[in-house]
Nanobody, 124 residues
Framework: VQLQASGGGLVQAGGSLRLSCALSGRTDSRYAMGWFSQAPGKEREFVAAISWNGGTTYYADSVKGRFTISRTNAKNTLYLQMNSLKPEDTAAYYC??????????????????WGQGTQVTVSS
């Protein structure tokens, strides 16, 4: 399984970005997926997660109400819509996947597959 994240960039505070994550390889399995962020010198942090069918989502308190996670299984693609961006959102964002048909995961250790990361920089 390979994950390819894209969509990062430089944006002013208050702006928006939409990240995408394309899954390839064993697309016949069912995957729970998530987004994590990592700023320089900090540990990787949970941002948002979604169940295989998209019916259940979960967000870190810091992004609740500003970010939306979604997926299109027909295209094997995961999204993260980021609105009202703040300078503290600046980080590399990673998508992740784990075989699961019925739940989401917050713990990064539960995920088996990771994308390469896409950089989001929010200027003040």
């Amino acid at each position: 399984v390979q994950l390819q994240a894209s969509g990062g960039g430089l944006v002013q505070a208050g702006g928006s970005l939409r990240l995408s994550c394309a899954l390839s390889g064993r697309t016949d399995s069912r995957y729970a997926m998530g987004w994590f962020s990592q700023a320089p010198g900090k540990e990787r942090e949970f941002v948002a997660a979604i169940s295989w069918n998209g019916g259940t989502t979960y967000y870190a308190d810091s992004v609740k109400g500003r970010f939306t996670i979604s997926r299109t299984n027909a295209k094997n693609t995961l999204y993260l819509q980021m609105n009202s961006l703040k300078p503290e959102d600046t980080a590399a964002y990673y998508c992740a996947a784990v075989v699961s048909s019925d739940r989401y995961y917050v713990d990064p250790l539960k995920y088996d597959y990771w994308g390469q990361g896409t950089q989001v920089t929010v200027s003040s």
